[in-house]
T-cell receptor, first 117, second 114 residues
Framework: AQSVTQLGSHVSVSEGALVLLRCNYSSSVPPYLFWYVQYPNQGLQLLLKYTTGATLVKGINGFEAEFKKSETSFHLTKPSAHMSDAAEYFCAVSDHYSGGSNYKLTFGKGTLLTVNP | DSGVTQTPKHLITATGQRVTLRCSPRSGDLSVYWYQQSLDQGLQFLIQYYNGEERAKGNILERFSAQQFPDLHSELNLSSLELGDSALYFC?????????????FGPGTRLTVL
């Protein structure tokens, strides 16, 4: 069974500081990996995803993530935090099989990002 | 705005009751997923439909059921409600059931069971 671990349920940074949100996964096959953001009282919005190819993935709002197979990690980073980045961030993994049909997302517990002025 | 709509936005009901949550996918999307978000369990996959057919089941209770209609909208039926069913229920849609299509999430329905 797949699982996703997000280290740190709450991360607090100052405005302008580096944002680093950690995600490790376990999967029996090369996974598809996703980061979603959830603003208060809203649904989830895709930030970025890794499928195949380049391991450094760029997303919206200046975020990027690097797939490291040897470390089974997919950490999310942003060089400079903005106040508007305050939200909850979810890492997710989706398995895929040849001819398979189950693309459900398995989510981590989420990391709440607070940005201090 | 993801293009996925969910109604109602809020639902308050009593234990033992039955409710129906509705989801309209993005135009052109054939696949619909239902997820439950609670403080205890986090975000959990419940069930997936593709073009009217059930494709995958997750941690969905027997008291819960879903269907996808010919116009591709989907309904999640929750019956014999318990206090623990209080949660945010999200619907997501994607183009097809073969990945890695992005799943687009609706704003959710917040269910409160009193």
């Amino acid at each position: 069974a797949q699982s996703v671990t997000q280290l740190g349920s709450h991360v607090s940074v100052s405005e302008g500081a580096l944002v680093l949100l950690r995600c490790n996964y376990s999967s029996s096959v090369p996974p598809y990996l996703f980061w979603y953001v959830q603003y208060p009282n809203q649904g989830l919005q895709l930030l970025l995803k890794y499928t195949t190819g380049a391991t450094l993935v760029k997303g919206i709002n200046g975020f990027e993530a690097e797939f490291k197979k040897s470390e089974t990690s997919f950490h999310l980073t942003k060089p400079s935090a903005h106040m508007s980045d305050a939200a909850e961030y979810f890492c997710a993994v989706s398995d895929h099989y040849s001819g398979g049909s189950n693309y459900k997302l398995t989510f981590g517990k989420g990391t709440l990002l607070t940005v201090n002025p | 705005d993801s293009g996925v709509t969910q109604t109602p936005k809020h639902l308050i009901t009593a234990t033992g009751q039955r409710v129906t949550l509705r989801c309209s996918p993005r135009s052109g999307d054939l696949s619909v997923y239902w997820y439950q978000q609670s403080l205890d369990q986090g975000l959990q996959f419940l069930i997936q439909y593709y073009n009217g057919e059930e494709r995958a089941k997750g941690n969905i209770l027997e008291r819960f059921s879903a269907q996808q209609f010919p116009d591709l909208h989907s309904e999640l039926n929750l019956s014999s409600l318990e206090l623990g069913d209080s949660a945010l229920y999200f619907c997501a849609s994607s183009v097809a059931w073969v990945g890695p299509d992005t799943q687009y999430f609706g704003p959710g329905t917040r269910l409160t069971v009193l």
